[in-house]
């Protein structure tokens, strides 16, 4: 790490430690309290806190697999569905 990143980290740090102690003041509270706070959020061991999915969901991964299914046939299916052609312009009703 070279000087220039080591002045830009620690100015980094520094405006954050000031935001913080600004929050603290005008809610009240030690700062050490919000971050006791998120760190005591349990750890699912996934990224962003997402959890899992439950076991009906992970059965449903690759269901449509090998069904010959592609973004096309999609995109009809939610025309026919909702009468509207691929632009989002509704049909007249009788007309394909």
Do not use: C, W
């Not at 002045?7 to 740090?13: A, E, G, L, Q, T």
């Not at 600004?22 to 962003?48: C, L, M, N, Q, W």
């Not at 592609?70 to 569905?81: G, I, P, Q, R, V």
């Amino acid at each position: 790490m070279n000087a220039n990143q080591r002045k830009f980290i620690h100015s980094s740090f520094a405006s954050i430690d000031e935001e913080a102690k600004t929050y603290g003041r005008r809610h009240r509270e030690s700062i050490s309290e919000p971050v006791a706070d998120y760190f005591a959020i349990p750890d699912t061991g996934t990224d962003y806190g997402r959890e899992r999915p439950t076991p009906l969901v992970d059965s449903l991964h690759g269901l449509l697999k090998d069904k010959g299914l592609d973004e096309e046939s999609y995109k009809k299916h939610l025309a026919d569905k909702y009468g509207m052609d691929l632009f989002g312009v509704r049909r007249q009703s009788g007309t394909v």
